[in-house]
């Protein structure tokens, strides 16, 4: 094991070198995306416009070597135009199947909340299922599979709320913010050149399938399960007063400044999302097992967009941040 950590490593850090030749302070984002993929999931990004979103996946991709699409989800698209349909031809006379965008290694799906929502159920057979029916037909996606859609939290004109069942279908939600001072002086300074940097291929199909394996193999304790499940047993209005979990029991009676803000908590796929991240987590700090601060990383990320918050926290302007802030400092750390 100790073989392919170190493996593992290698093969990190150089994605990580690589991505810095065209992405200007954007670590935390690379980590994360990359703790996505490693982990198996897709990855829902909020931000304004300009800040490298569309850069940073394409380059992955290429980091990668992986197929890489980008589709611009508009009010007037159609679930055919994401996943392709039937053509016919009319000096043979027959039907042949034309595959849509969506039959890529890696998918950008850019201002996802602009579709109607029968692209966005589309969109959701493609992420859950990994294969999309034409016609009569169900087609296999390639593997591996990986969606990275963004969404625009400034323009709300226009746009189709994602429904809950397809918010939980993404692993993380990242909000990428404005770049420090330093950082945005270098990236001013390129003169927006930085598309035209080359990067190279640093992992290979076996290296992609290697990697999540390795992340299989990592190891987490009972009581780290347990501290996952109590978390997510905080964020649930409806939980009773005692929520016993194993060996630890959850009192949740002075929680009250916390689920009054809630309306509907996280399923236990959040859990199973926490703690497939945590692995990747811990195999970064060079570790075959999980500590409590590999679930406190990744928190955040996995759990912001699974809250449904109650209108008590739009009246307060309480966000889900602020909320699992709350909970992480709320639940002792085995």
Do not use: W
Not at 32 to 54: M, N, Q, R, S, Y
Not at 233 to 253: D, L
Not at 282 to 292: S, Y
């Amino acid at each position: 094991m100790n073989n392919e950590i170190e493996r593992f490593k290698i093969i990190t850090k150089k994605c990580r070198t690589e991505a810095a030749k065209r992405l200007i302070g954007q670590e935390n984002l690379v980590d994360d995306i990359l703790t996505a993929f490693i982990a198996g999931g897709h990855v829902l990004v909020e931000g304004v416009p300009g800040l490298a979103k569309t850069l940073a996946i394409k380059t992955i991709a290429e980091i990668l070597g992986l197929d890489f699409k980008r589709i611009q989800f508009t009010p007037d698209l159609l679930p055919a135009d994401v996943t392709g349909t039937l053509i016919y031809e009319q000096n043979k006379g027959t039907f042949t199947v034309r595959k849509g965008p969506v039959f890529a290694n890696v998918i950008l799906a850019d201002e996802i909340n602009r579709a109607p929502a029968k692209v966005q159920s589309a969109m959701l057979e493609a992420m859950e299922e990994r294969q999309i029916t034409i016609g009569e037909e169900t087609y296999k996606l390639p593997e591996p599979f990986f969606v990275l859609a963004t969404q625009n939290p400034v323009e709300q004109e226009g746009t189709y709320n994602l429904p809950e069942a397809e918010l939980d279908r993404f692993l993380m939600k990242l909000v990428v913010k404005y770049p420090a001072a330093d950082n945005e002086i270098q990236i001013v300074q390129t003169c927006g050149k930085a598309p035209d940097v080359p990067v190279n291929q640093i992992v290979t199909a076996s290296d992609i399938a290697d990697m999540k394996a390795t992340a299989d193999k990592v190891t987490c304790s009972e009581k780290l399960v347990e501290y996952i499940v109590s978390i997510l047993t905080v964020t649930r209005p409806e939980s009773p007063h005692r929520q016993q979990t194993g060996r630890t029991i959850v009192n949740t009676t002075n929680t009250n400044d916390i689920t009054r803000y809630i309306h509907f908590g996280a399923s236990p796929r959040a859990g199973i999302a926490m703690l497939q991240c945590a692995k990747v987590r811990a195999l970064f700090a060079g570790r075959d097992f999980v500590l409590p601060e590999d679930i406190k990383s990744v928190a955040m990320n996995v759990l912001r967009h699974r809250l449904v918050l109650s209108y008590e926290a739009a009246a307060d302007n309480v966000t889900a941040d602020e909320i699992i802030s709350r909970i992480m400092n709320f639940i002792p750390v085995p």
